[in-house]
């Protein structure tokens, strides 16, 4: 089980805008910034978010992030078909004194 | 633009140790904390650990009793020995560094394309 408590699977169709949650306690998501991966088949995760809402260099504005409290989201606005994926989000824990990961949501473009 | 390449043997026996290194190429293993992600076959991403240049370590608490991280400056790399494996440490083995140095805090935005273990008999 992650520390992060992620839906399994999340669905749009082209152009929709689509949400994907991430819960967690006040030992990480409360206490310290969220970050969001991207992970495609067969390939290492690509930083998507930063500290809650900043794209790297490079990401579409269609990615956004949220938190509040000890949850968090990712949106994805106009939905396209190179945006499916799997997704993880992940947070300093101030009790393990570590990284947490989500156990990931996998995004199909229907 | 920094790099990162793990190596490993991609196939050890129950109960033994594997060793793998991440070699850094394009920048210095200088200023930074290193980190090991890995991810078994369809789940999710587990950290296992970093360590930092100067040889400071922190582990999950989870794997800490059979891991060990460190690093050798001289040829820029690090690397990982996880010992007593059993067929639940089957799994893709990532490392990585974080988008700035000086603190094991910031998020982890240079991966690896990450090396297999695959734990059979």
């Known amino acids: 089980q992650s520390v992060l408590t992620q839906p399994p699977s999340a669905s749009g169709t082209p152009g929709q805008r689509v949400t994907i949650s991430c819960s967690g306690s006040?030992?990480?998501?409360?206490?310290?910034?969220v970050n969001w991966f991207q992970q495609l088949p067969g390939t290492a995760p690509k930083l998507l978010i930063y500290?809650?809402?900043q794209r790297p260099s490079g990401v579409p504005d269609r990615f956004s992030g949220s938190q509040s409290g000890t949850s968090a989201s990712l949106a994805i606005s106009g939905l396209q078909s190179e945006d499916e994926a799997d997704y993880y989000c992940a947070a300093w824990d101030d009790s393990l004194n570590g990284w947490v990961f989500g156990g990931g949501t996998k995004l199909t473009v229907l | 633009q920094v790099q990162l390449q793990e190596s490993g043997p991609g196939l050890v026996k129950p109960s033994e140790t594997v060793s793998l290194t991440c070699t850094v190429s394009g920048g210095s293993i200088g200023s930074y904390y290193w980190s090991w992600i890995r991810q078994p076959p369809g789940k999710g991403l587990e950290w296992i650990g970093y360590?930092?240049?100067?040889?400071?370590?922190k582990y999950n608490p989870s794997l800490k009793s059979r891991v060990t991280i460190s690093v050798d400056t001289s040829k820029n790399h690090f690397s990982l020995k996880l010992s007593s494996v059993t067929a639940a440490d089957t799994a893709v083995y990532y490392c990585?560094?974080?988008?700035?140095?000086?603190?094991?805090?910031?998020?982890?935005?240079?991966w690896g394309q990450g090396t297999t273990v695959t734990v059979s008999s």
């Open positions: 360590i930092h240049y100067s040889g400071s370590t």
């Open positions: 006040s030992s990480n998501i409360e206490s310290n910034t």
């Open positions: 990585a560094r974080p988008r700035h140095s000086g603190s094991p805090y910031y998020v982890m935005d240079v």
């Open positions: 500290n809650n809402n």
